[in-house]
Structure formats: structure tokens, C-alpha cells
């Protein structure tokens, strides 16, 4: 067989040129035959027992050429690429093919190759940082939200409603005289202070009392998601059916036992104060990971294939239509609220990031020789196992008959090897900030952000458990 590769690197392509003599040509074709031969049902003869001018006469000889390339050309353009040492982002793309018994078998194809990404120097990387800060103010919050998850309610009879109470109500309500589609309902219980209501809705159940019947009238946000509804005028019945008052315990030591493991008041404020340490520390440490990725992003220079971007964005889009669709969402309909358009150009702005990233990390794993050991592999797996309270056997054998998750599980562990590694080498100058953001998932490779809100931070404190990883499908 004779080879011969052009590199074209301005393009990152590679031109390939495969040459197979007559008889070796003759040899797959006759493979090819008897394969095929052995799946008919050929009448007059057993299976497999058909002469080739026969199979040629059921099949046809293009039908045979195929099956011989099918199996043929996987092993020749892998010599083919191994032997160059072609870095290849996608199969083979076949340009040309001449299959004659006669003379043998020439084909052309082209294959993409991965562009190089030039780095800057890692040494030298000096970013600013907006240095997160609590508020003065968090660890009283906290505490006001872990009283408030023993709050209780208890009935009011002998007075109207107030801002802090919460109101059962029945409610219909109308635009221009026409009933809202869903904007009715029954024994609707509603928290005056905090609900998603219209703006207005719950101020004016206040000062009502039960049994009490009455109309309000709010308008529809500009923006409303039912553009039928959007900055209309409308008018709602109400009826109040009861009214509670929430009862908050004061904050004692009998109340920080119910909380957790504590004695006294003291104690559970000690924990407190050392969740939102943690947290703060946690968002400073993201906040770091995330400013050398993007100073590396930013300074790194590569080469994206247009090819390359248009084939990520094909598979951003259906990853978005299956999202959509796991939530009985139209993908039509999305289109037509987000516009065509702008919705192709942000998911060809997602996909170059996502190459750019993957082609940058991966230059720096070949550069600095970072890779994922057996050791690593096996401490996420226990992780993995303890979290969802199985046998790390049985995730073993999970990663063992998935190789796209076995893949993509070491992906995840060397990416967060490579921002470790980043991190470590980095000057960082925190900087101040007017107002900090809310902190995200430390793990530069996670998806799902942690939010140490009022909530998550009280919540830990309860020992609630949080799950933090995904299903396997």
C-alpha cells in the first residue's frame, strides 16, 4: 500500500492519499463477498454456500465494494494518521474513490487537524482579583434565617390582615372583562411578605379580614412572559378564607438545640461564623480559578477551523433541544422568542469558547505533562460512590460500561489539575469590588454553582444534604 500525507497547515488540514495494489484489492472484495454471502437467504442455495457470481447478482458488485471499504479503510487511515502522527479533531473526510479489481484502490480524503495553541508564558501570569467580601451585616441574617425556619403560625380571628401575616384566599381574575387562562384559584395560601405575585397584589390583601370579599386591580409587567398579558391592566376577586400570623422564637439556647449539635446560643454563632469564613474563602478561591482561566483565554492565540465551530455549535443546539424537550418545551417556539439569528451566534460564541478552552488546556497538559493517574482516578470514584451511598465497585462497573462517561470523568479531573496547577504558579492582587457578586461553585469544572445564601448556609448547619452531583442517565 502506498501512503502519502500533506499537511496544509494554514488550513489545518491534511490531505491523504491511500494507493492499494490490484491484489490486495481483490483480496477485501472477495472477503467482502463471502461476509455478505453468509447473511443471505439465497433460494436454491444454503446459506452461505452461494457462489460469487450469485451474490454479485443478489447484491450487486457496488454493494460488495462497500462492504469491503467499510472494513478496509478504519484500519488503513489509522496506520495512515498513527504513522504521521496526524492530530486529527475529525473522521476522515472522503474526497475521491476509484475501486477497480483490475488496478486497485485509490482514494483521496482530507482530515482536520487540531490547531496548536500558543501560550503565554505561565511563569509570569499576574492578575487582579475583586476580592468577595461578607456583608457587615451576614451573620445576622443567618441567624434570623435559622430562627426563622422554626417559625410557626397561628390563626387570627379578631383582626384585619397584615403585611407580615399569611392570607388564604380565593381569587379570580380578568382582563378587559375575559377570564386569565390559570388566573384563578382556591384556597390559595399566600405570603404577604415574600411571594412572586403581580407588584401590588399582596399589598392590597392587606387590612382585609376573613370572609371579606373585594376586588383589586394590578397591571401586568411590560416584559410578562404571556405577551397576551404583558402591560395590560387587570382585575382580581378576592375572597379571604383565614388569616395567620407568624410566631418567631427568640434565640436561645433551648432553640440552638433544636438547630443542632449545640448547648448554647454562643456555640451555634461560633458555627455560623465559621460557614461564612468558609464560604467567603470558597468564593475567593473560584474567583481566582476563574481570573487565570481568563487571562489565559484572553492572551492565548489559536487558530479556530470554521469547520470545527459550526460542528460544536450543532451539538450545543441539540443539546439545548434535548434540554427543552426534557422540560416539554418547544425548540420552535424558543426560536421564535429568542430570535434565529441571535440564538445561532450565541451558541457559535459558546462553541468557540469551548474549543479555545479544550485546545488550551490541552496544550498546557502536553506542555507540562499533566495527566490523570490511577490514584486520582480512583479518589473521584470514592468521592462518587460516598455521595450517592453506593459501592465504589458498583460505579466502577458503571465508568467500565460507559466509556464516554469513564472519558469525561477524567476530562473533569485533569481540567481541575490544570487550574490547580495555574493557581499555584499565579500572582493574584485582590482588588475591591463596590458590590460582591454572589459566590459560585469553587470547582472550576463544576456546572452547578453553590450559592452560600442564607438558606444553604442554615441548611448546613442543619445537616441537610444537597445533591451535588448528576444521575447517571
Known sequence: MKVEVEKQDEQHLAKINLEIPADQANQEYNKAWKRLGQRLNIPGFRRGKAPRNIVEKTVGVDRIKQEAMDRLFPHLFADAISEHQLDIVAPPQIESLKFDLAEGIAVKATVELRPEAKLPELANIKV?????????DAEEKELHAIVERLTTLEPVIDRASEKTDIVNIDFTGSVNGEAIKGGAAKNYRLDLTDNNFIEGFADQLVGHRIGEEFSINVTFPANYHDNTLAGKPAEFKVKINDISKKVVPELTDEVAKKVGPFETVEQMKEEVRNLLKQSEDQENTFRKQKAVVDFLLENAQVEIPEAMVSREAKLLMDEVQQRLKSQGLSW??????????????NLRQEAQKRIKTSLVFGAIAKQEALQVNEDEFSSMVSQMAAMRGIDEKQVMRQLGN???????????ILSQKIVDFLVERAEFNYVPEESAEKPKATDASDKKEADPDVTAVAAAIEG?????LDDED
Open 128 to 136: 487582579d482579583v475583586p476580592e468577595y467580601k461578607l456583608p457587615a
Open 332 to 345: 420552535e417556539k424558543f426560536l421564535d422568542s429568542e430570535g434565529h439569528d441571535s440564538t445561532w451566534e
Open 402 to 412: 460507559n466509556f464516554s462517561a469513564a472519558q469525561a470523568l477524567s476530562d473533569q
Open 464 to 468: 441537610e444534604e444537597f445533591d451535588v
